[in-house]
């Protein structure tokens, strides 16, 4: 790419948990980055920072790394596009690395952000055509906290269908060491000089900001197709334990609507 003699980044923006929004100088940075770069740039410090955050360029530590990478490998043109829920095209933004992503950035806060004007003793959420597996439905998990008050309850529902219901074995490994000894503590751990980076620990960090508001007993998890031994790795509430005792388990997603009304009730 850096001999190049004309450099050209296609992508779709879309909201990005940790970036802001994806495309543009994600082409080269996560794209073209190697290992160690990626330690840095998701590294506990960089995604510390409050502003790494959904919809959030400025001051976004995430994005100006992103950013500055992206200048100094170069690139003379970006063609990036938008779409909806129905991945329905919505916008073709095509120009500088810069200044087309900040346009596209500012159509995509039109029409999939959700005016709050209060927090909630409960949320129901769904983790969506992303939530693969449960490392994934963090994104979904991360946007519902600004609709929660402090220790309140989110609910959340996952359709969990990779090979990997869980993650990576390194993904779960960390997970669960946040299930044992909780969101600040993990924090302070992983943010030590003395910590050794892991791969995918970025997206655990990312877990401790819901259970920095609300306590792992206040999340409730239901995917039908995780096993009991599953449940025992990630933090949270299992949602079977809503189900008779002869539903749990069963891989059966009409089940979801059962656990969605008997953890309201609990609630």
């Given at each position: 790419?850096?001999?190049?003699?004309?450099?050209?980044?296609?992508?779709l923006?879309?909201?990005h948990?940790?970036?802001?929004?994806?495309g543009?100088?994600?082409s080269i940075c996560?794209?073209l980055?190697g290992?160690?770069?990626i330690?840095?740039f998701?590294?506990?410090?960089?995604l510390?920072?409050p502003?790494?955050?959904?919809?959030?360029?400025?001051?976004?530590?995430?994005?100006?790394?992103?950013?500055?990478?992206?200048?100094?490998?170069?690139?003379?043109?970006?063609?990036?596009?938008?779409?909806?829920?129905?991945f329905?095209?919505?916008?073709?933004?095509?120009?500088?690395?810069?200044?087309?992503h900040?346009?596209a950035?500012?159509?995509?806060i039109?029409?999939?952000t959700?005016?709050?004007d209060?927090?909630?003793d409960?949320?129901?959420?769904?983790?969506?055509?992303?939530?693969?597996?449960?490392?994934?439905t963090?994104?979904?998990?991360?946007?519902?906290?600004?609709?929660?008050?402090?220790?309140?309850?989110?609910?959340?529902?996952?359709?969990?269908?990779?090979?990997?219901?869980?993650?990576?074995?390194?993904?779960?490994?960390?997970l669960?060491?946040?299930?044992i000894i909780?969101?600040?503590?993990?924090?302070?751990l992983?943010?030590?000089?003395d910590?050794?980076?892991?791969?995918?620990?970025?997206q655990v960090?990312m877990w401790?900001?819901?259970?920095?508001?609300?306590?792992?007993?206040?999340?409730?998890?239901?995917?039908?197709?995780l096993s009991f031994?599953?449940?025992?790795?990630?933090?949270?509430v299992?949602?079977?334990?809503?189900?008779p005792?002869?539903?749990r388990?069963k891989?059966?997603?009409?089940?979801?609507?059962?656990?969605?009304?008997k953890?309201v009730?609990?609630?």
């Amino acid at each position: 790419y850096t001999e190049a003699d004309i450099k050209i980044l296609t992508g779709l923006i879309e909201t990005h948990f940790m970036t802001g929004a994806s495309g543009g100088r994600k082409s080269i940075c996560p794209g073209l980055i190697g290992e160690e770069s990626i330690y840095i740039f998701h590294g506990a410090p960089m995604l510390a920072s409050p502003k790494a955050n959904d919809l959030i360029i400025n001051d976004n530590p995430c994005h100006q790394e992103a950013l500055e990478v992206a200048k100094k490998a170069g690139a003379d043109y970006i063609l990036n596009v938008t779409l909806d829920q129905d991945f329905k095209l919505t916008g073709v933004f095509a120009g500088d690395l810069e200044e087309a992503h900040k346009q596209a950035v500012k159509q995509i806060i039109k029409y999939v952000t959700i005016p709050l004007d209060k927090e909630y003793d409960v949320v129901i959420t769904h983790a969506g055509f992303v939530g693969i597996n449960q490392y994934q439905t963090a994104k979904a998990a991360i946007v519902a906290i600004p609709a929660l008050k402090p220790n309140g309850k989110l609910i959340m529902i996952a359709n969990n269908d990779d090979k990997d219901l869980i993650g990576s074995e390194k993904y779960k490994a960390v997970l669960h060491l946040l299930k044992i000894i909780g969101a600040k503590q993990f924090n302070h751990l992983i943010l030590s000089p003395d910590w050794t980076f892991i791969p995918d620990q970025w997206q655990v960090q990312m877990w401790t900001r819901l259970f920095s508001k609300i306590p792992p007993e206040n999340f409730i998890y239901y995917s039908p197709r995780l096993s009991f031994n599953d449940y025992k790795i990630i933090p949270g509430v299992d949602g079977n334990i809503f189900l008779p005792r002869s539903e749990r388990y069963k891989g059966n997603f009409k089940n979801a609507a059962q656990v969605i009304e008997k953890a309201v009730e609990a609630a």
